[in-house]
Structures are given as C-alpha cells and as structure tokens.
C-alpha cells in the first residue's frame, strides 16, 4: 500500500518489536515523521539505525507517573497507534494480582492515558486525527490460559468505540485492527501452548499458521490515512478466516 504520511507527526507504543516496529518503518518510509515509544533501548537504539529522523522515546507504559512525564511535553501529533501489549498466559484458576495488574495496565490503560494525552493536543491544535488501537481476536474469542490477555482486549473493543463517539465532534477518528495470532515473539510466545495452536491452525480457513505482520501494518496504515475518512468506531479483523467457522 502506497499512502503520503508527509507533513503529519506520528506516535507509535511498543515500537520495539513486531507490529509496532514494523508499522514505525513503514510511517517513516512514507514520509511521517515518528516518535517510537518502547520500554526497551535497545531496540529504539537500533530501530533508530533503520530510520534516521526517529525521535525515540524510552519509558514503561505501565507505568502511569513515568509515562505523563515522558509524554506530557511530546508536542503536535496527528496519528496515534496504540500498539503496546503483553500477553502473559496462566490458567484461570491460576491468575495472580501482578499478571491481572500488568496486563491491564499495559493493554488498557495505556491506551486510555496516551490518546487522552494525545487527543487533547489536537483538540487545542484545532487539527483532525486518526487513532488506532491494535487489538486482537482475543477480544471477541476465548482463548486457554489467556482470561487476561482476552479481557484487556474485549474492553479495548468498547473504550474504541466510545473514544469514536466522544472524539469525533473534533474530527479525531478512532478503530482497532483485530489480528489473529502474528508471528512477532510475543506471538510465538502464545503458540508454545499446544492447545492455542491446535485451535489456530484448525480455524483458519486460508490453512495459514498466523496473520503476516504486513497484513496488519497494511490495515494500520489504512485506518491513519484519508483513504478511511469515514471509518471511525469499527474495527478490522485481519484474522485469516478465524471467526467465520
């Protein structure tokens, strides 16, 4: 997919790995200028190597006091991915207080303080946005062994919609891309459960293993560009087939 980010500044979390570092390099190669937020330097370091111009940013998004400081100065943003995740597996009767607290954290409320750091400024700018959450089947399935990881997604689902509903009279739309099991290594994590992966490759009628990170990059880029100027509040599903058996 061919899209002109030229001219717009662009934020992206968990631009470390997989997805979100993929979708910086794809930003950039179409002319946005990026902030790349990670909890990890070394990846902004190299990331950084691969595209000259990044403004990388280093902070645990888990974190709340640490992220308002890191972000609270980030300036004009036009495009909004909200891409940071873990996903940490353990049998229902098993979870624990740290994994509930964490995954939450991260995968939701994250996503809740980012955009509303980052929504404010395009309203005082007086400027149109797009923001995009990556979510994931997980919201709309059940998955062994992944209650959390499934419940942070499910609310991820209605706190889309609603930042639609609540953002669009300032021109900011808001959708989630819904991928199915990516190879990233948080991906490959979630596949070492034999269980998950029975059921991913016998759900998938295109017989894939898992969705290309390319596949999901192309819909992330799709919902930030003008080419969904009427898309907010709706989420895409690049899940290989998996909800219509």
Same mark, same amino acid.
């Given at each position: ?33 990026? $902030?790349?937020? %990670?909890?990890? /330097? ?9 595209? &000259?111009? =990044?403004?990388?940013? +280093? ?67 007086? $400027?149109?946005? %797009?923001?995009? /959450? ?9 998955? &062994?062994? =992944?209650?959390?990881? +499934? ?95």
């Amino acid at each position: 997919m061919q899209l002109n980010f030229n001219g717009l500044r662009a934020l992206v979390t968990g631009a470390g790995k997989g997805i979100g570092r993929d979708t910086v390099k794809a930003l950039c190669k179409s002319g946005a200028r990026v $902030v790349a937020v %990670s909890r990890t /330097n070394e990846d902004l370091v190299s990331l950084s190597k691969e595209c &000259p111009g =990044l403004e990388p940013m +280093c902070v645990d998004l888990g974190d709340w006091e640490a992220t308002e400081q890191a972000l609270g100065s980030v300036g004009p943003v036009d495009l909004l991915v909200n891409n940071a995740a873990v996903a940490l597996q353990q049998p229902f009767l098993e979870i624990s207080k740290e994994v509930f607290d964490r995954s939450f954290n991260v995968n939701l409320r994250s996503v809740l303080q980012v955009s509303q750091i980052v929504a404010r400024g395009m309203i005082s700018q007086g $400027v149109p946005g %797009s923001i995009v /959450n990556i979510s994931s089947i997980a919201g709309l399935v059940s998955l &062994p062994h =992944l209650a959390v990881y +499934c419940s942070t997604k499910g609310a991820m689902t209605m706190l889309t919609k609603v930042m639609a509903l609540e953002l669009g009279p300032h021109k900011i739309r808001v959708n989630s891309v819904n991928p199915t099991l990516v190879l990233t290594a948080m991906g490959q994590s979630v596949f070492e459960n034999p269980e998950i992966a029975q059921r991913m490759k016998e759900r998938h009628p295109q017989q894939k293993l898992a969705a290309e990170v390319q596949d999901v990059v192309n819909s992330i880029l799709f919902l930030l560009s003008d080419c969904s100027a009427s898309t907010t509040g709706s989420s895409i599903l690049v899940d290989c087939g998996y909800l219509v058996s």
